[in-house]
DNA sequence: GGTTGACATTGACGCTGCGTCAACTTCTAA
DNA sequence: TTAGAAGTTGACGCAGCGTCAATGTCAACC
C-alpha cells in the first residue's frame, strides 16, 4: 500500500508542507518518487511519520528527533534532557508572568508614566522595594515626590545628564584605567555630586552616607538591572571600586 | 548629546544590531543618519530605546511595542492582553512537561519500544489508563500480551491492515456518503472482524459487545489522539455513526 | 482525440528577532 | 602617510512550517 504527500499528512493528522519539510531536512524521506516529482510513502513511512509527530508534540527539535529516531541516541536520555530544558522556560515563564504582573499593578497604582528610567538605582518603578527595604520609606517617598515635581523638560535634562554620566564611565572603563586614577576619581566626585543632587538620598553629616555609597555600588554590580547601565558587570565594578575608593578618601 | 551605535548600544546594554533591526523596522529609528550612513542617536533616542527594551524583556513582540509607545495603545491594556498568552503558554508548558514525564516513565518501566501506534485505541503506551478504567484489567493486559507475541513482521502488517482500513474510511468520509449506505457498512464490518481479530476486546454473547463499539465510536470523535487518524472530527464523527448503525442492525 | 475545469503538487518566499559575517569606513598611532 | 585596529553596513542564516503562484494530473465532456 501506498498513499499520496496528501493521503498521508490526512492519515497522519498533518498538513503536507509539513511532509515536504520532513523530506528536505532528512527526517522523513518518501519512500518513492515519481518520475514527475511527486512523493508516495508507504506503511513504513507511515510508521516513522507518526514517531517524528508525537515526538514533536513533546516539543523536542527536528535534528534531536532524526538523531533518536536513528538509534544514535538514547530516547530515555533525550526526552530527559528535553525536560530539563522544558523547566528552564517553564521558570522563565513564571518570572516573566511575575515581571508583567508587577508592571500592571504598578501602571494601575500611581499616574505615573510608564517606566522613568533614571539611569540609576532611583527609577522608582522598579526599585522602590530596594530602597524602602534598607534605607526606609522616607528615603523614598522624597525622592519620588521630587522627581515627580519635575517638569518634563527638567525630567529630561536630568536623565540626559544621568546618561552622559554613565557614557563616561563606560568609555573610562574600556580603557582600563585604575579606579584610583585621577580621572576616575573625577568620575566619581560627578557621581556622587549627582547623586547629591537628589533629595532623599540618606546623609550623614554634611554630606552623603559612606554606607549608603558602598551599598548603591554594590547593587551597581550585583543587580543586573543596574549593571547593564554601566555596561555590564566589568563596567559597574570598575564603578563601584571608584566610587568606594572616593568614599574612604572623602567620606 | 549624541552617541554612534556602539555607545548606545552599551548604554542601553543591547548590541548595535538589535539597534539596525529596531532602526529596519522602524520601532527605534535613528535621530540622525550620517552622510557616510552611520546612525547617531540622541538622549530621545535612548529614553524611548529603554522603553522597548524593558518591554521586550516582559516578552511584549516589536509591533505591539511600537504601538503602545506611539500611544495607539493603552499599555495596560496591551499587557493584559500579554499576560493571558502568557499564561496559555504556561498552560501549554505544563501540559508538555506532564505529557515528557509520563512518556519517560512509561518507557523506563516497561521494555516496550517506544510508540507502538496501533491506529486504534489499542495502543499500549497511550491508552492504557482509559482502557482500564471502562473495561477492567483483563481486557487491557489480554490484548496487550497478545501484541507483545507478536512477531516484527505480524506487527507491521496488522499496522498496514490498521493504515488501509483508516485510510478507506477517509477516503469514504471526504465523498460525503452516508454513514447507512452500503458502502460505509462495508468498512464498518471490516473495522469490526478487524476488532474481533484482537484478543481482549470486551465480547457479548458470540460477538463483540455493543457497548464497548458505541464508547470506541465516541472515543474517536472526542478524543483527538484518536480522531486524528480517522481525519479529524469530522471523519471520526463519519466513523461512529457508521458503527453505530452496525451495530443497531447486528449486535 | 482534444479541451475544460477541479484538484494536487511543487518549490519559493515570509515570518520573529536578532546572531554572525564579509566587505568597506573611520579613526589612531607611528 | 600609512598600516592596522576598531567600527559600521547590509546580507544571509535559523526553526518550523503557513501561504501562495505556477505548473501538473486526471476525469469528464465534446
New binding site residues.
Partial sequence: MEW????IAKLAG????????????GLVP?SR???????YYDSDALVRLQRVLLL?ELG????VIGEVLDGQHDDVRALTLHLAWLREEQGRLDRQIASVEGTITTLKGGEKPMAENMFDGFDHTQYEGEVVERWGKDAYTTSDSWWRAKSADEKKAFKEFGAELAFDWLEAA?RGIDADSDEAQALARRQYDWLVSIPGTPREGDGLSKQYLGWLGDMYVTDPRFAKNYGGEAGATFVRDALKVFADRNL
Fill in positions: 499520496s504527500i496528501q493521503e498533518t498538513t503536507s508542507r509539513t511532509l515536504r519539510h520532513y523530506d528536505e531536512t518518501p518518487t515519481g518520475g514527475n516529482g511527486y512523493r514533536r523536542l527539535g527536528i535534528p574600556t
